[in-house]
């Protein structure tokens, strides 16, 4: 078990930048695959980025190149690192963890066993 409570969200302005953080107590990042959601009004949750233990990632397509999710070296918090902000990266920010394969469908919300309560990020143009 592990519960994990997100912070850092924010308004900004587009082209801003922004650090989101998720606190992990119970357990530790070590014992889990971990990911960035995100879910816009009206829309369907979607996966942001993911991380594995060992610190190899993947991203949504939307959002490569200008994201970055990392562990801190204790594996207790997680970030994710937002550069470049548009207004469609507007959300509500949610960090889940899950065990086994962290690969195959990692950007399935309902693959993941264990979330946060989220945190607002809004991108002003």
């Known amino acids: 078990q592990v519960t994990l409570v997100e912070s850092g969200g924010s308004t900004v302005q587009a082209g801003g930048s922004l650090r989101l953080s998720c606190a992990a107590s119970?357990?530790?990042?070590?014992?889990?695959?971990a990911g960035w959601f995100r879910q816009a009004p009206g829309k369907e949750r979607e996966g942001v980025a993911t991380?594995?233990?060992?610190?190899?990632?993947m991203y949504a397509d939307s959002v490569a190149g200008r994201f970055t999710i990392s562990h801190d070296s204790a594996k207790v918090t997680l970030y994710l690192d937002m550069n470049l902000l548009k207004p469609e990266d507007t959300a509500q920010y949610y960090c889940?963890?899950?065990?086994?394969?962290?690969?195959?469908?990692?950007?399935?919300?309902?693959?993941?066993?264990?979330w946060g309560q989220g945190t607002q990020v809004t991108v002003s143009s």
């Open positions: 889940a963890a899950r065990t086994g394969d962290c690969w195959y469908g990692w950007s399935e919300a309902g693959r993941y066993d264990f």
């Open positions: 119970g357990n530790t990042f070590a014992r889990y695959c």
């Open positions: 991380i594995s233990s060992d610190g190899t990632t």
